[in-house]
């Protein structure tokens, strides 16, 4: 059933205690899980084709390249990839398209123009990849002072929803919107009125076995944050900047960087880049391998572990008496997880994934114990006063006589849900679940594409009210500097989108899509409701130079759960790329 520790926080105010109830079936398939991703890391080195594969740096989340690839995919170009874990290396990137350039070559069957001129284009972003991999040759070390660099135009005139819990939920956190109609932007929060930002990525690397990234970003605002009375700022920081050491197809990397983690792409329950990149430590093998024995069945398999750290955090440690005289403190939590990723059949691909936060002022340290049942060897029920951990199920199924259209979903579960409902509500009472539908081949040239992705993680409440993203001792919620983690939504919220793109030539992109919220379905009195539109279109100018324009418009109704308060919206959008 559920990965997560399905533990639910009796935390009724008056008694203001925990009692932590583990799904069985839940422990022992997170239990097997992980005893096959730690066999993978063991072997990994000797059963990967290309074990020496070389350092490179990682492919930003939100790059053309994705899409690109995806719908070469649906022309049976591609069979290997896993599209669950993002970023790619640009080495696993060069290995997809080399993939795709042996099968048109072998298959002699003409392909639309606008495959072609992807597939020209992703050799040109790559070509330094791809003129070394399978081969032989030693990585000569580089240094290229600017790999891309953009230059947007920001105008928005509307102010951020909050998320901070529900009333008689004792489950709280301290999440903001950001800025409306823009998320998944990692973490760049835009003021009111004009904004202008400058950004540029630099890359390096030493021979085979090091490479990295440095991407500053420059923001100029009109206002700072969505407050009139507050004068704008000039401001520069390190949007992300990373180092990489591979050996044997196992990478260590170390530094401030984007994940992204399910096979959806407008949003996921536990791993998206909508908040601000991590600090961290994360160990994964960069290209898929084949384990041995009959683990060999489960195809391409990937791992990814990571470490990281929540600052300014706030958290309010268990105590006697009641829950509003706990005293709360602020300060460091640790945040961490682990994904696998495989892909048993050519159509057929399946991820297990789990986060957690743990530590913090006040806050009881793990013991080895603990240790173990985060990854899924030992029980975590003793320390759910401990930890707030997630788990998820997704999977991505490519259908050949539907156009190799992909249905794909995700399962998930939350541990600060209650359990205890009617029987035929136990299985609900504390996930979170989405669906996804993409044809990339919604006409036969290959042009025009659609998206559908439904997602919701307000469900039936038993004695307790729980909560996705909030939690009683974690009063920061799932959040990094007061940005969601997961899907942008926020808890006890659905959402509905619909995009579809169409190339009007190869050089011409056009974007439309429709965005509907609800908020507070089961646990406020007043539901918030939000309806999206927006336009965008890309130029690519030259082989070097593509500008994006987008207007969006919204409609809250019930503005942060308040009856009657209605806003209008707007965000206009524009963006110079150049790429070297």
């Known amino acids: 059933m559920l990965i997560a520790n399905r533990a639910s926080h009796m935390a009724g105010v008056r008694e203001d205690r925990e009692v932590g109830m583990l799904d069985g079936t839940g422990a022992w398939l997170r239990k097997s899980v992980s005893q096959l991703m730690v066999l993978c890391i063991l072997v ?8 020496f594969s070389a350092a490179s740096p990682n492919v930003p989340v939100d790059h053309w390249s994705y899409p690109a690839l995806e719908r070469i995919e649906a022309f049976g170009l591609i069979h290997s990839s896993l599209h669950g874990t993002r970023p790619f290396s640009r080495e696993e990137t060069a290995r997809l398209i080399k993939e795709a350039l042996t099968a048109k070559e072998s298959s002699g069957k003409p392909l639309p123009p606008i495959i072609m001129h992807l597939l020209e284009k992703l050799q040109r972003e790559f070509k330094p990849e791809l003129d070394v991999y399978g081969t032989e040759c030693a990585r000569s070390s580089y240094l290229k002072p ?19 819990g529900y009333p008689g939920s004792v489950f709280e956190a301290d999440v903001t919107e950001g800025t409306p109609l823009v998320y998944n ?66 990478e260590l990397e170390f530094g401030r960087d984007s994940m992204w983690w399910g096979p959806g792409r407008h949003g996921e329950l536990l791993m998206t880049n909508n908040a601000t990149p991590f600090d961290m430590l994360k160990l994964s093998n960069p290209e898929p391998v084949l384990l041995p024995w009959y683990f060999s069945y489960l195809g391409p398999f990937k791992y990814t572990i990571f470490l990281s750290r929540l600052e300014d955090y706030r958290v309010r440690p268990l105590a006697p008496g009641p829950i509003d005289e706990r005293p709360v403190y602020v300060g460091t939590s640790s945040f961490g997880g682990w994904r696998v990723d495989c892909k048993p059949h050519p159509l057929f691909e399946l991820g297990v994934s789990s986060t957690f ?9 793990l013991d080895f114990g603990d240790v173990l049942g985060l990854f899924g060897l030992g029980n975590v029920t003793a320390a759910n006063n401990k930890i707030n951990q997630l788990g998820s199920f997704d999977f991505r199924l490519r259908l050949p006589w539907l156009r190799n259209s992909v249905i794909y979903g995700e399962y998930a579960g939350e541990d600060a849900g209650g359990i205890g409902g009617p029987w035929y509500t136990s299985l609900f009472n504390d996930v979170g679940y989405s669906l ?45 500097d007061d940005l969601m983690i997961g899907h942008h939504m926020f808890g006890d919220a659905e959402d509905l989108f619909v995009r579809i793109t169409r190339y009007l030539n190869k050089d011409l992109l056009v974007g439309l899509d429709y965005d509907y919220m609800k908020r507070g379905i089961t646990l406020s009195p007043v539901q918030e409701s939000i309806n999206q539109w927006g336009v965008d279109i890309t130029y690519d100018i030259n082989a070097h130079f593509s500008v994006t324009a987008r207007y969006g418009f919204e409609i809250v109704d019930n503005f942060d759960l308040v009856e009657g308060d209605t806003r209008h919206n707007n965000l206009v959008m524009t963006m110079l790329k150049v790429e070297f």
């Open 146 to 164: 600017i790999e891309e660099a953009q230059i947007r135009y920001v105008y928005t005139d509307g102010d951020p929803r909050r998320y901070t």
């Open 436 to 480: 996804g539908l993409y044809v990339p081949r919604l006409t036969d040239d290959g042009m025009t594409d659609l998206r559908v992705e439904w997602a919701k993680n307000a469900h039936i409440v038993g004695p307790t009210p729980g909560v996705w993203y909030g939690h009683n001792i974690f009063i920061g919620g799932y959040a990094h």
């Open 185 to 250: 932007n990692e973490g760049v929060v835009y003021g009111k009125y004009n904004n202008f930002s400058v950004q540029f990525a630099s890359t390096f690397g030493v021979g085979d076995f090091f490479a990295g990234s440095i991407e500053p970003i420059f923001l100029v605002q009109e206002n700072e944050g969505h407050n009139d009375n507050v004068p704008g700022t000039v401001s520069a920081d390190l949007l992300k900047g990373y180092g990489k050491l591979s050996r044997w197809n196992v």
């Open 44 to 51: 990994c080195p000797g059963w990967c084709p290309s074990a």
């Open 357 to 365: 936060i743990f530590g913090g002022p006040g806050i009881p340290s």
